[in-house]
């Protein structure tokens, strides 16, 4: 596709399950971000990829959450036991180079987890 | 440590006149300065970015924001509003140099008056 594809892009499930999201980032990016969107905030990241590698994994929460982008490609967030508060929106962005700085960042539209 | 404040939440206009959407930031280092703009069921979209050149920066869509160092500001602004620019827009900084992180603002939300 022409554009990052993240799915589901909704997803209502109860609380205390394991939830997974997908992220296909555009062909060729080699970074690979995931942010988070709480209602009426900015969103705030967790991990960034540079090929297989988490870099930089200190926005993820707690150990609940894992990341995982085994062929440099398609990456999956990971929750496990999920509460009420990780109800947000989930974003994913790619980018041809690593760093905002030099590389524009390519958002999906975002995965909405909602958890009961 | 880094951090912006989008001093207004909401911002209305009327079609045809100026936009000014503000934003200060606060940053250890030598920061990069970004506004991204999200259109309803859209992904974020970059509008400009400041890294180090000309402190005045144009953007897509008649977009342009001005650094000023000794405002710690980076105000977005644009001439005339069109109906297509309702949206909301974040105000970002990140590290220049390392840090690969992006700090967003809390978002305003731009609405055109017809």
């Known amino acids: 596709g022409a554009g990052v594809s993240q799915t589901p892009s909704n997803k209502v499930t109860e609380k205390g399950k394991y939830v997974e999201l997908r992220c296909d980032p555009i062909?060729?990016?080699?970074?690979l971000y995931w942010y988070r969107q709480s209602l009426g905030q900015g969103p705030e990241f967790l991990i960034y990829?540079?090929?297989?590698?988490?870099?930089?994994d200190s926005g993820l929460p707690n150990d609940r959450f894992f990341a995982v982008r085994p062929e440099g490609s398609v990456s999956t967030l990971k929750i496990q036991r999920t509460e009420r508060g990780d109800s947000a929106v989930y974003l994913c962005?790619?980018?041809?180079?690593?760093?905002?700085?030099?590389?524009?960042?390519?958002f999906g539209e975002g995965s909405r987890l909602t958890v009961l | 440590a880094q951090s912006v404040t989008q001093l207004d939440s909401h911002v209305s206009v009327s079609e045809g006149t100026p936009v000014l959407l503000r934003c200060n930031y606060s940053?250890?280092?030598?920061?990069?300065l970004f506004w991204y703009v999200q259109h309803p069921n859209k992904g974020l979209q970059l509008l400009l970015k400041?890294?180090?050149?000309?402190?005045l920066v144009k953007g897509i869509n008649g977009f342009e924001a001005e650094f000023k160092k000794s405002e710690t500001s980076f105000h977005l602004t644009k001439p005339s509003a069109h109906m297509s620019d309702a949206a909301e827009y974040f105000c970002?900084?990140?590290?220049?140099?390392?840090?690969?992180?992006?700090?967003f603002g809390t978002g305003t939300r731009l609405t055109i008056i017809p």
């Open positions: 990829f540079q090929g297989t590698g988490a870099a930089d």
């Open positions: 062909s060729g990016h080699t970074a």
């Open positions: 940053s250890s280092y030598s920061p990069s």
């Open positions: 400041y890294t180090s050149a000309a402190t």
């Open positions: 970002v900084v990140s590290r220049r140099f390392g840090n690969e992180k992006l700090t």
């Open positions: 962005a790619s980018s041809l180079s690593l760093g905002p700085n030099t590389g524009e960042l390519f």
